[in-house]
C-alpha cells in the first residue's frame, strides 16, 4: 500500500478520477444514514423493556417507608443513591440523585456557580474571567455549556494518558481564573481514552490558585465496556482526592442514560460532603424531588451493581460488532495510506478519527452529501474550533450493522477523496 | 355565642382555665397529625397507578414515530403539548414540557433572567436592584425562589378579587425594577380565590416600566374542582395579553402534579412564540430533553381534557369531604366568636385561616406541641414575615377524615386559647 503523500500528481489524478466515479455512484444511491450522535440503538433500548412494568401492581414504598408517588425526599431515595454509589464507586453518602440527566445537573452546577458562587467564595457573575480547561478534543455540550456563561475555554491537549497534566498542574496552579476543567476520564468522549492511573493521581494533587476551582468528572462512561476481557481500568478519584487533601476538588457525574434509556434515566452527583451540601443549598429551593418513581424503577429493575454489569454486558454484545466493524473497515481501507489516525476504544460510544490536516471539514460535507451525516467537524472542540481541521467523532451505535457497513464505506471513501484534493492543492 | 373581644377579664380566665385543661389533655393522647403540606392522600395516589403498567408491552413511539426510549424532542412530544394545551386552554404551539416539576421551571426561569436576561434585555444581576410583587398571603415556594436571587420582594394585598390591582397598576409602571409577579390566579394558595375576569383583564392590560416584566402565572390548581356544580372560572390570560398588545407579558406555569403522581409528573409553560423561543435557546444547551416516557405514560393514561376532568372528579370526591370537614369545625367551633375569618374554597388544596393579629405563631406552636404540625406561620409570606402574624395555611389533603377531624379540633382548641391570652395581654 502506497502512502498518498509518496504518490505523483499523476497517479493522485488518476486515484481522485476512480474515487470520484465511486463517489458519483454512492450519492446516485440516495442513502440516509446516521454516524452523528452516541444515541443507544432500538435493540438496546429493548433490554430495558422490563422497566416499564416493575412498577406495576408493586409497593411503591421506598426502603424507609416513604410513599414514592408523593412528594419528599430531595436528594434522592437510600436505594437509588446505593446503586448508583456502587456504580460511582463511593459510599450513598457522597451521592445526590437528580433527575432524567447529568448534563443538566452539569449546566445547573455552572449556573449556580455563576450567581451564587462555590462554597461561599465569589459568585462568578461578579468576576472580570473566568475560564474552564478543556481537553480537546472532548464532548461538544460541555463545551456549550461553558460557552452559554461567557466562560472562556482553553485547549488542553489529550495525550493517550489523558489530558497534559504538564500543561493542566502549570495552569491551574497559575491562573485563579482558572475555576474548572471538563473530563470525561472513562473512554473519553470522542477518543475512548481512560485516564491512566498517574493522570488521575496527578489531578487529586493539583494545587489551583482558585479556591472554587472544580474538576468537572463525568464518568459517563463507567460501566460501559465492550469487552468482558478486554476492559480499561479507571482509578477512583474522590478518594485520591480525599488522600491528597483536596477532598472538595471534584464533582463526579454520572447518570443510567445509556444504560436503561437516554431521557428517561436518572443521574447523580458524587462529591464530598461540604459540596452536596452546597449542592442541597439550591437544590431545596429549586425542586421539592426529583422523580422518585423512576428511582424506584430503576433499583427494582437492575436491583445492584451486578444487576448493572449484568446488563452492560448484553449492551456491549450488540454495540461490539459495530465497533469492530468501523475499526476492520477503516485499518482495510485507510491502513498504511497514511491519510488518517483513529482510536481503537474498549468501551463507550465513539472512535476518534484524525484526518490530515485541514481535511475534516471537507469529509463531513462529503459525507453528508453521500447521504451519511456525521458529527460536525470542529464540534469536539471549545467553541467549534478545530485548529488543525482533522478531527471527526464517529458514532456508531445507533445504526444496524448493515447501514453501518454501508456508512463506512462511504466514509472511507470520503477520506480518501478529501485527502487526494488536498494533496492536489499543495 | 358571644364574641371574646366581649368577655370581661373573669370570663376570658374562666374560659382559659376550662381550654388549658381540654389543651392538656389533648397533649396527653401523643397525637402525630400533619396539616402542613399540600400533599395528595394515598387513596387519591391509587387512582393513577393504572400509569403504572401503561407502557408495558406498547409501542413507545410518539405519534410522529420518534422512539421515546431515546434522545431527542427538546421541549416535548405532540400529544404531551396537545393534553397540557388543553389543560393550560392554549394551542400546543404554545406549550414546551419539562421535567418533574414546574416550580424547577420557575426556578429556572428567575436563573436564566439572572444570567442572561429576558428576551435581549440586560441580565438582572447586572442591575442595582430587580424587585418582585408578591400577592399575599401567597406560596412560600415561590417567595423562597426570589429571595435565592436577592430579588426585593413588595407585598400586594389579596382582595376577593385577587391582588390588589390599583397598587399592582401603579407599582409596575412607575418602577422598572419590578421585573416579575408571583400569581397562582385559580383557588390560589392558600386562600382559593380565583382572580375575577376584571382582574384577569387589569393583569393583560398592564403598562410596565419594564421591558422584561413577566406575569409569573402559576396556574398549579386549573382544573382542581371539589365540585361538579360549584367550580370558580378563570378566563384565560394569554389571548388576553395577545388581545392587549402585551403578548410576551406572561408566562403560564402548570403540572400535573396533583393530578397524577408529585414529583412524577410532567410539567409545562405556555407564553408566546417569542417567549417560548427564549426558554428554547437555553433548554438547548441544558438538556438533550426531558423524560419523553413519562410524558408518554400521562398522554396514553388520560387521553385528553375528557379524561384529566374524569381523573379530577375521583380526586375531588376523596378531597371534598375534608375540606367540608375542617371547614364546618372552624364554623361550628369559631362561628361567632370574633377570632378568626376563613376562607372556603370550590377547589384547590388549602384553606386559609386569619386570627386575630399577633396570634398565628402562638396557634401553630400550640397545634405542634399537641401534636399536630400545620404550615409555619408566616410562611405564606415573602422572608416569612406575616406583619400581622395572622394568616395560617390549612392542608386538608394528605390525613385521613378520621385524622383531620381531631387534628381539626385541636386546631381550634389552640385557637380559642391563643385568642383568650392575648386578650387576656391586652
Known amino acids: ?4 503523500s509518496e504518490m505523483s500528481t499523476e497517479e493522485l489524478l488518476a486515484l481522485k478520477s476512480e474515487l470520484d466515479r465511486k463517489y458519483e455512484e454512492v450519492k446516485a444511491q440516495g442513502l440516509s444514514l446516521d454516524m452523528s450522535r452516541g ?59 437528580y433527575g432524567n440527566s447529568s448534563l443538566n445537573v452539569m449546566f445547573d452546577t455552572v449556573a449556580r456557580s455563576m450567581t451564587h458562587g462555590v462554597m461561599g467564595n465569589t459568585p462568578w457573575c461578579k468576576l472580570d474571567k473566568v475560564k474552564f480547561l478543556c481537553p480537546v478534543p ?3 455540550r460541555h463545551f456549550r455549556i461553558t460557552e452559554y456563561f461567557g466562560i472562556e475555554m482553553i485547549n488542553v491537549p489529550m495525550l493517550p494518558t489523558g489530558p497534559d497534566m504538564d500543561m493542566v498542574e502549570k495552569l491551574v496552579s497559575e491562573d485563579a481564573s482558572i ?3 471538563w473530563c470525561v476520564p472513562k473512554y473519553s468522549n470522542p477518543q475512548g481514552i481512560t485516564y491512566s492511573e498517574e493522570t488521575v493521581k496527578r489531578f487529586a494533587r493539583l494545587k489551583p490558585a482558585a479556591p472554587d476551582f472544580r474538576i468537572y468528572w463525568d464518568n459517563a462512561y463507567s460501566i460501559h465496556h465492550l469487552y468482558d476481557d478486554n476492559q480499561d481500568f479507571l482509578i477512583e478519584i474522590l478518594g485520591e482526592c480525599e488522600a491528597a487533601g483536596n477532598p472538595d476538588m471534584v464533582y463526579k457525574f454520572t447518570s443510567t442514560s445509556k444504560v436503561s434509556f437516554p431521557g428517561s434515566g436518572i443521574a447523580a452527583v458524587a462529591a464530598s460532603k461540604a459540596n452536596l451540601d ?22 427494582r429493575f437492575f436491583k445492584d451493581l451486578d444487576g448493572l454489569h449484568e446488563h452492560m ?13 468501523v475499526v476492520d473497515t477503516l485499518e482495510r481501507e485507510l491502513g498504511g495510506l497514511g491519510i488518517g489516525e483513529w482510536t481503537k476504544p474498549h468501551g463507550g460510544y465513539f472512535i476518534s478519527f484524525d484526518s490530515m490536516e485541514g481535511c475534516a471539514k471537507a469529509i463531513v460535507k462529503k459525507a453528508k452529501e453521500a447521504g451519511v451525516v456525521m458529527t460536525g467537524a470542529g ?4 467553541y467549534g474550533k478545530d485548529p488543525k481541521d482533522s478531527n471527526i467523532r464517529i458514532a456508531p451505535s445507533f445504526p444496524t450493522v ?3 457497513e454501508k456508512a463506512a464505506e462511504i466514509f472511507v471513501l470520503c477520506v480518501k477523496l478529501a485527502s487526494v484534493e488536498k494533496l492536489l492543492e499543495a
Not at 500500500?1 to 498518498?4: C, H, I, L, Q
Not at 421506598?62 to 437510600?78: K, L, S
Not at 454484545?317 to 466493524?325: A, G, N, S, V, Y
Open 313 to 325: 454486558r448484553k449492551h456491549a454484545d450488540l454495540l461490539r460488532p459495530k465497533f469492530e466493524m
Open 278 to 299: 452546597d449542592f442541597r443549598r439550591y437544590m431545596q429551593v429549586q425542586t421539592i424531588g426529583h422523580d422518585k418513581l423512576n428511582q424506584l424503577r430503576h433499583v
Open 179 to 181: 475555576k474548572g476543567i
Open 138 to 140: 472532548g464532548y461538544d
Open 1 to 4: 500500500m502506497k502512502k498518498y
Open 379 to 382: 464540534a469536539t472542540f471549545p
Open 39 to 97: 444515541k443507544p440503538a432500538a435493540d438496546q433500548l429493548d433490554l430495558s423493556m422490563g422497566m416499564m412494568k416493575v412498577l406495576a401492581d408493586a409497593d411503591l414504598k421506598c426502603e424507609t417507608g416513604v410513599d414514592c408517588r408523593n412528594y419528599g425526599v430531595m436528594d434522592g431515595i437510600p436505594e437509588a443513591k446505593r446503586l448508583l454509589g456502587a456504580m460511582s464507586e463511593v459510599e450513598p453518602e457522597n451521592i445526590i440523585i
Open 402 to 404: 448493515e447501514e453501518l
